[in-house]
């Protein structure tokens, strides 16, 4: 399994960016897939998830109404779009794929949110 995260970069406040996360050699809709964040000095967040089972995602309270996770498994390709950003959001995020009770990660992609 290879998760690879692109779409990341510099946004002002209330602006919008579109994570990618391309997976290879897995059929992401299979599996638990997630949107983590890590800004300096702080833990791993959750931002978002989505279960195998119904497809329906999971939002931290700090992005609900804000960020939207979807899939595309024609792609095997995962999104979060975020919009109405804000310099609270700038952190590294991660994409996670959950086989069984086995985790992959792929590199991340900083997001900076500042004028």
Known sequence: VRLVESGGGRAQPGGSL???CSASEVTITS???AWYRQAPEKERELVARVKMY????EYA????GRFT??????KSEMYLQMTNLKPED???YYCQLSIYQ?????QG???TVSL
Do not use: P
């Not at 119904?54 to 995602?57: G, K, R, V």
């Open 61 to 64: 309270d700090s992005v609900k």
């Open 90 to 92: 700038t952190a590294v």
């Open 54 to 57: 119904n497809e329906i995602a």
């Open 31 to 33: 599996y638990d897939m």
């Open 69 to 74: 996770l979807s899939r595309d498994r024609g």
């Open 102 to 106: 086995r985790s992959y990660w792929g």
């Open 109 to 111: 992609t900083q997001v």
């Open 18 to 20: 579109r994570l990618v």
